[in-house]
């Protein structure tokens, strides 16, 4: 039998992805995903294998080809009781 997932933390963050255009452009959103992982894996206390990026996050992430990923974005993190943290696109 399953449990069912209880959100024990919610916050927003605005997390800035300057440091994606540090690399290659070929490589900007990728990097840019795993920067967002990183910085909620870090805030979060938990590892960012844990951290689930929502799919509206991702889209607005590679809207504009891998070369050019936004310079910020505003996000809402959630953490649930088994460990996961759920990442989605704050409008």
Same mark, same amino acid.
């Given at each position: 039998m399953s449990e069912e997932k209880k959100v024990v +933390? /919610? =916050? !927003? #963050?605005?997390?800035? +992805?300057?440091? $994606? #255009? !540090?690399v290659s452009r070929t490589k900007? $959103? *990728?990097y840019a995903v795993g920067l967002i992982r990183?910085? &909620?894996a870090r805030h979060l206390k938990v590892e960012p294998k844990a951290v689930k990026i929502g799919q509206l996050l991702n889209t607005a992430l590679w809207a504009r080809s891998i070369e050019k990923p936004p =310079? *910020? &974005?505003r996000v809402a993190v959630e953490k649930y /009781?088994?460990?996961?943290? *759920?990442? !989605? +696109?704050? !409008?």
């Open positions: +933390l /919610s =916050r !927003e #963050y605005v997390i800035n +992805l300057r440091r $994606a #255009y !540090e900007r $959103a *990728k990183r910085f &909620v =310079r *910020k &974005v /009781s088994d460990g996961t943290v *759920k990442v !989605e +696109l704050k !409008e």
